[in-house]
């Protein structure tokens, strides 16, 4: 922990306790703590096409146990970003899409959590996104995530100097069914899915590098996680849609580097994913790095592996990132 700063988690619980002891302090509306610098993404904070959806946007806590907060986030139709800045940043910017199977968007377990090893020990700005689910009813639908995902690199890139991000070292982190949304990004970054709204749009949406965190990738019924692609694709879409929004059938060879973790145990989402991602990143020429552990299961983020080989790879991350990204001083958690 560098100086006074509290780690996320432990920001969040604090700030939930202070709220309830003091009268007349109360939560923000949207029931998130103030953890992080917050960024909205679009000019009058609701997005394109999401104006008018009767959305209540909702954060709920999921977990009995105070010291591990589980939050989720639902109706999102302002999407914003949440900053957290190191004492002494590397110049890495990395965005992170958290999963919840595109029915919610979990905050702390793929959120805050990583703040430690991440942002303290690894000098790495980390830009966690609430995004738009794509069963919300907004007017572009399945690819809403997407737009959100390209509007926000372009957003961290625009205002690199600020953050003391080099523009050339912005990359994507992903889990689960964000690990979709990082992956769409990484191989859909030129795709008009949003009409220009500022000149931070004529920027490139192309991360520098993506780690994909027990990814959801294909939209396959033999492998796909049946509910994110029912809540993207409907119950019965057309082989078409399918192979479009299957992202191992979108790599081409300006496709990003890859970092690629999965454990064959996951019940949730099928290792192939990651396994047909690694394919298709070796065939395109594109390098790669793939970790695929006996034992993890899925959504463990950096909190549920005590004990297991699968705790090291916020370390394995950092060392690999130190790579993709050109950038000597990042160091791994401990070193």
Do not use: C
């Not at 990583?114 to 996104?129: I, N, P």
């Amino acid at each position: 922990m560098r100086g006074l700063r509290l780690t996320a988690d432990l920001a969040a619980v604090l700030w939930i306790a202070l709220a309830v002891a003091l009268p007349g302090y109360a939560a923000p509306a949207d029931g998130e703590p103030p953890d992080g610098e917050r960024i909205y993404l679009w000019p009058g904070r609701t997005a394109p096409g999401s104006k008018g959806l009767p959305l209540t946007q909702q954060v709920s806590e999921r977990s009995d146990d105070p010291a591990r907060p589980d939050r989720a986030i639902t109706g999102v139709s302002q999407p914003y970003l949440v900053v957290y800045r190191p004492g002494k940043p590397n110049g890495i910017g990395l965005l992170v899409t958290p999963g919840g199977g595109y029915q919610r968007i979990v905050l702390d377990k793929e959120g805050t959590a990583l703040a430690h090893d991440f942002v303290d020990a690894g000098g790495v700005t980390l830009f966690v996104l609430r995004y738009r689910l794509p069963g919300d009813g907004h007017a572009s639908g399945a690819d809403a995530p997407l737009a959100d995902a390209q509007r926000a690199l372009r957003l961290i890139r625009a205002r690199a100097r600020e953050w003391q991000l080099d523009p050339a070292r912005i990359g994507v982190m992903g889990f689960s069914a964000g690990g979709h949304v990082a992956a769409s990004l990484g191989t859909r970054f030129e795709e008009k899915v949003y009409k220009r709204v500022d000149r931070a749009d004529a920027l490139s949406a192309r991360p520098d590098f993506m780690l994909l965190i027990y990814p959801v990738i294909s939209m396959d019924s033999g492998i796909a996680h049946g509910g994110s692609r029912e809540r993207l694709l409907g119950a019965q879409p057309e082989p078409e849609r399918v192979r479009r929004y299957s992202a191992e059938q979108r790599v081409f060879a300006d496709t990003p580097p890859a970092f690629l973790l999965h454990a064959e145990d996951d019940a949730v989402v099928d290792s192939e994913n990651s396994l047909r991602m690694h394919a298709a990143l070796r065939a395109a020429g594109v390098p790669v790095e793939m970790h695929l552990y006996p034992r993890g299961g899925h959504g463990f983020g950096v909190r549920e592996t005590t004990g297991l080989p699968v705790a090291l790879w916020p370390q394995l991350a950092l060392r690999w990132m130190q790579s993709a990204a050109g950038n000597p001083s990042i160091t791994a958690s401990g070193n």
